[in-house]
Structures are given as structure tokens and as C-alpha cells.
């Protein structure tokens, strides 16, 4: 027989419901496996490693089978079967998930399974603020509007194949042990480019502003102050200042930014630069550079008041950071 995804972290295995039930709700407590026909003869699996900041999952009943769970806001689920087909039903929309299209969950709501006898897939649980986190640092600015995925993932596209490649390799590599991905410092960058390849595969709410363009409903005068943060944040410009190189009332700008970023130019300003230093402490060392130098370089002139920001938006110290990067 050949080796199973993620063999090396049985978690549950079963042939009776309730016993299933149980053994799953170790990792799974929100899923539930429904009554069957009389001689239902389940042959269950779950097979599973929990990261920082998602979870690695195989799962398989062996039979024909219904489940279901609460989706939460708090995390995104993807579910690629690797045989036969998965029917998710979530707010009244029915898909098909088979070898060539997976399902993503990214709303709150009751979603409903049906796996056919020959179903097996791996399952990828992700926590929704790591997810924004890095949407964040990607384009250089606050989430407005919550994360919203597409729920249909067609592995033709060439993008969320290779994506599909590279997280199938993932799961390999957790599964073969004694490598590098036991690194606790490198499976933070391993994780980093799964969740940041999802981000630029799969469309989602905010997919136009990994383009080097805005939604073409933005405004021209949001768009070049947009432009203007990115390209410089360590300067120092303030709202008035940003109005009259754009050419608008700061009025006008700050309403723009309201309406379209649902952040002001200022608090995008400081994304900015949060974004920025945070990338240069994780590529520097205590010996090399000081928490204050990076800092100072991206505009950040009162220390108290950077290092509460920077705990607040990444839950750990800029020390913390540099530390372990170092």
C-alpha cells in the first residue's frame, strides 16, 4: 500500500460513527458526521499537524458519508480531494469538488458535505488574521472590507497549480520528518509563501490590489496619494502636505481614502511603515542594525508610541522580532 498524506500524524482512526466522532473532535471539534443508512461501514481517517498558524489535515471516511460544520470567521478552509468528489453545500450554493476543483470557505455559515466511497482529501485550515496579516504586507496598507475567497478553486489555472504543488509538497516534507521544516525559524517563512501564494492564486474581495492597480472605481487623487505611500513612507508627509501634491482639499482626500481604503492617509501611512520595518527587522540581526535605527529609517521618530503600534498589529515586540530573526 502506498503512504497516505501525513501518515506519520494518525490522529483518529475508526469504523464506528460515534467513536469517529469523538477521535475527530480532537482536531475537528466543530465537524460532525451524520447518521447513515443502516450498515454503514466507515473506515475513517484523520491525519493532521498544526503550524503557527494553520493546520495541515488528510481526511477520508472510507464510504459514502455526510458531515457538517459551523464555518467560523476566524478561519479559511480549503479542501483539494486527491480521489473521488466532495458535494459542499454553504449558504444555499452547492459545489463539486473533485481532483480538478477544490472548495475555499472563507464565510461564516453551516456548511454541509457529502463524500462519495472513494473520497480522500487534504485539508488546509487557516487562521484569517495571518491570512490579512499578509495581505497587509503585500500591498502596503489596511484590509478594509473582511477577506472574502472565491469558494471555487480550479486547479487548471496555472497559478493555484503551482500553488497546489507546492502545498502537496509541503505536507510531503512535514510528513518525511527530520528536515528543515522542523526549523521553528523556517517553517514561519514555509508558511509565509503558502498563505501568500493562496493570496496571489485564488481570487478573492482584494485581488485588485495585488495588481498595480486599484479598483477602477477608485478615485485618480487616491489612487497617486495610494502610489505616493508606497513608493515613499519614510517621508514625512502628513494630510495637508498629501493633498496639495495630489492637487485635492484634504477634505476631499481624507473622505477618498474613508470611502475606498476605509482607513485614513495617516493610519495607511503608518501600515506602511509598519509593513516596511517589520520586513527589514525579520532580514537583519541584533549585531548588525537596532530596533531604533530600523525604525528612524521608516519615519517612526517616537519609540513608545512605533513599539505599541508594532505590538498591536503583529502581537509580538520589535525586539521580539529582531531577536528572532538573529
Avoid at 469517529?20 to 475537528?28: G, H, I, K, S, T
Avoid at 471539534?29 to 498544526?50: I, K, N, S, T
Avoid at 466511497?117 to 484569517?128: E, G, N, P, S
Avoid at 476605509?262 to 525579520?282: E, F, G, H, I, K
Amino acid at each position: 500500500m502506498s503512504e497516505l498524506p501525513l501518515d506519520r500524524h494518525v490522529v483518529a482512526r475508526g469504523t464506528d460513527r460515534d467513536d469517529v466522532n469523538d477521535q475527530f473532535a480532537r482536531e475537528l471539534p466543530e465537524h460532525r458526521l451524520e447518521d447513515g443508512p443502516d450498515g454503514l461501514r466507515l473506515d475513517a481517517r484523520l491525519h493532521a499537524v498544526r503550524l503557527p498558524h494553520l493546520v495541515a489535515l488528510y481526511l477520508s471516511y472510507g464510504c459514502e458519508a455526510r458531515c457538517s460544520y459551523d464555518s467560523s470567521e476566524t478561519s479559511v478552509w480549503i479542501q483539494l480531494p486527491v480521489s473521488g468528489s466532495l458535494r459542499v453545500r454553504v449558504s444555499g450554493t452547492e459545489l463539486l469538488c473533485t481532483t480538478a476543483q477544490a472548495s475555499v470557505t472563507s464565510a461564516s455559515g453551516r456548511v454541509a458535505m457529502a463524500w462519495s466511497r472513494d473520497c480522500a482529501a487534504l485539508a488546509f485550515r487557516i487562521q484569517r488574521r495571518a491570512l490579512e496579516d499578509e495581505l497587509e504586507s503585500l500591498i502596503d496598507g489596511p484590509v478594509g472590507p473582511p477577506l472574502r475567497f472565491e469558494p471555487v478553486m480550479d486547479l487548471a489555472g496555472e497559478r493555484v497549480r503551482s500553488w497546489f504543488a507546492i502545498a502537496t509538497a509541503f505536507t510531503r516534507e512535514l510528513n518525511a520528518g527530520g528536515g528543515l521544516l522542523e526549523h521553528p525559524r523556517l517553517v514561519v517563512h514555509a508558511e509565509r509563501l503558502l498563505l501568500r501564494g493562496l493570496l496571489l492564486s485564488q481570487p478573492h474581495s482584494h485581488s485588485a490590489l495585488l495588481r498595480d492597480d486599484l479598483p477602477e472605481s477608485t478615485p485618480w487623487h487616491v489612487r497617486t496619494a495610494v502610489r505616493l505611500l508606497q513608493d515613499r513612507p519614510e517621508c514625512d508627509f502628513s494630510a495637508a502636505s498629501l493633498a496639495r501634491d495630489v492637487g485635492v482639499s484634504p477634505r476631499a482626500l481624507q473622505d477618498g481614502f474613508r470611502q475606498h481604503l476605509n482607513a485614513s492617509p495617516m493610519q495607511y501611512l503608518r501600515t506602511a511603515r509598519l509593513n516596511r520595518v517589520r520586513a527589514d527587522l525579520l532580514a537583519t540581526t541584533p549585531a548588525t542594525a537596532t530596533v531604533a535605527d530600523v525604525a528612524h529609517r521608516w519615519g517612526f521618530t517616537h519609540l513608545g508610541r512605533f513599539a505599541q503600534y508594532y505590538r498591536a498589529r503583529y502581537g509580538e515586540s520589535p525586539s521580539d522580532t529582531l531577536r528572532a530573526a538573529g
